[in-house]
Each structure stands twice: as structure tokens, then as C-alpha cells.
Nanobody
């Protein structure tokens, strides 16, 4: 069992930056692939970024490429999402998720554990 707690969300103006962090506890975190997903009101949960257990494989949604960076620190049991040049369309509740394999995917249904989410609001 893995417990995930997100932090770092907030209100920012368009063009600004935020750094989300996810702290994991309860199991062998370093063996898990990790992902960030988001869900805006009235929309389905969508993939944002993911990272393999080793950190050697990274995945991003197209709109995040060049603006967002996912990273992990297995010694600290954390995974971060650095978000730069934020846009109003990035506004959503952002979730951290863990997958009980070493390989990350972009599909929410493939992830086994989820945090409660942290709100990101980007004003225009």
C-alpha cells in the first residue's frame, strides 16, 4: 500500500510557475512508476507527465512539452512537477499517482494509488 500526498498548488498568473510535489509513504516507492494527472471541472481526468521507477524514461502530454518537467528523488520518496509558462487552460486539480510496476504509462486506469489532489488555478 502506498499513500500519496500532493502539495504546491495555488493561484498564479498566466506565464508564471509552480512546483508541485508528491510525497509517498508506506511501501517500496522506488519500485513504482509515478505519474501526474489533472482534472478540470466537467472534464475527464487526463495525463500530464509520468516517470519510470529509475527516472530514465519520461513522458509528457503534448501541451506540457517544453513547459513542464517531472522528476523524482527515490531517497526522499518524492516526485515533483515543475510547471513553467502556465496558461489558463492548465487550471485543474492535479493528482499524483503510483503504478505497481517500473514502467510508466499515460493511462489513468493503469495506476494503482492516487493522492487527493492539489488545485492549480491560472488567471489570465
Amino acid at each position: 500500500q502506498v499513500q500519496l500526498v500532493e502539495s504546491g498548488g495555488g493561484l498564479v498568473q498566466a506565464g508564471g510557475s509552480l512546483r508541485l510535489s508528491c510525497a509517498a509513504s508506506g511501501s517500496t516507492y522506488s519500485m513504482y512508476a509515478m505519474g501526474w494527472f489533472r482534472q478540470a471541472p466537467g472534464k475527464e481526468r487526463e495525463f500530464v507527465a509520468a516517470i519510470s521507477w529509475s527516472g530514465g524514461s519520461l513522458y509528457y502530454r503534448d501541451s506540457a512539452k517544453g513547459r513542464f518537467t517531472i522528476s523524482r528523488d527515490n531517497a526522499k520518496n518524492t516526485v515533483d512537477l515543475q510547471m513553467n509558462n502556465l496558461k489558463p487552460e492548465d487550471t485543474a486539480l492535479y493528482y499524483c499517482a503510483a503504478r505497481r510496476t517500473r514502467h510508466a504509462t499515460m493511462t489513468p486506469a493503469d495506476y494503482d494509488y492516487w493522492g487527493q489532489g492539489t488545485q492549480v488555478t491560472v488567471s489570465s
